[in-house]
């Protein structure tokens, strides 16, 4: 079946540094991509759509400036934490869904865990 | 308003015991449901899914769903629980479209005792 490829699974970041997460879908072309936080033992909360070549739509109360998505081609999605801070440690989780195959579900990334020290 | 609920927040079952994890959405168009497990520290690993048809499903791990579209249910069940099932397990609905977002209930932390 289709994979989303997430990259790194954890990353630990001096507070202010900026970190890069990678979203990858690895055999099929994903116009659209989602990314999820996960606070313990919580559900995903959407935070952004990101999408090919345009800009990402962010819900509600998430910071545009503080999280970076860029969707620079149908393969590829990156979710950039800037200026993080120890409450932006969570659990990030990417997500798509294969345009092409019909009653497709939506493919996880295996997500990053972030750390702000 | 587009919402998932899933009533129980934490079940402990005994091993070897059956399941069953509750699951009602409210949303406007045809929903299409899914369910997924999710293991500490990992992403999602789908379950099983509906569209359309048969409304009881197969999935994997010896899980079933049953679509009832009169308590706008979507359960999940298990004849028999293995220890390995321990997990979280969410539901989730959308609509068959791959640029729009699922939206996913809180989640229901399943314990296995032995």
């Known amino acids: 079946g289709a994979v989303v490829s997430q990259h790194p699974s954890w990353v630990i970041c001096k507070s202010g540094t900026s970190v890069k997460i990678e979203c990858r879908s690895l055999?099929?072309?994903?116009?659209?991509m989602f990314w999820y936080r996960q606070f313990p033992k919580q559900s995903l909360m959407l935070m952004a759509t990101s999408n090919e070549g345009s800009k990402a739509t962010y819900e509600q109360g998430v910071e545009k400036d503080k999280f970076l998505i860029n969707h620079a081609s149908l393969t590829l999605s990156t979710l950039t934490v800037t200026s993080a801070h120890p409450e932006d440690s969570s659990f990030y989780i990417c997500?798509?869904?294969?345009?092409?195959?019909?009653?497709?579900?939506?493919?996880f990334g295996q997500g990053t865990r972030l750390t702000v020290v | 308003a587009q919402s998932v609920t899933q009533p129980d927040i934490h079940i402990t079952v005994s091993e070897g015991a059956s399941l069953e994890l509750r699951c009602n959405y409210s949303?406007?168009?045809?929903?299409?449901l899914f369910w997924y497990v999710q293991s500490p520290g990992q992403g999602l690993q789908l379950l099983l899914k509906?569209?359309?048809?048969?409304?009881l499903v197969q999935g994997i791990k010896g899980f079933e769903a049953e679509f009832k579209r009169s308590q706008s249910s979507f359960n999940l069940r298990k004849p028999s629980v293995h220890w390995s099932d321990a997990a979280e397990y969410f539901c989730a609905v959308g609509p068959n479209q791959a640029g729009t977002a699922l939206i996913f209930g809180k989640g229901t932390t399943l314990s296995v005792s032995s």
């Open positions: 949303y406007g168009a045809t929903p299409y």
């Open positions: 997500s798509a869904r294969d345009p092409v195959t019909v009653n497709t579900e939506a493919f």
């Open positions: 055999d099929f072309q994903a116009t659209t």
């Open positions: 509906y569209f359309s048809g048969d409304t």
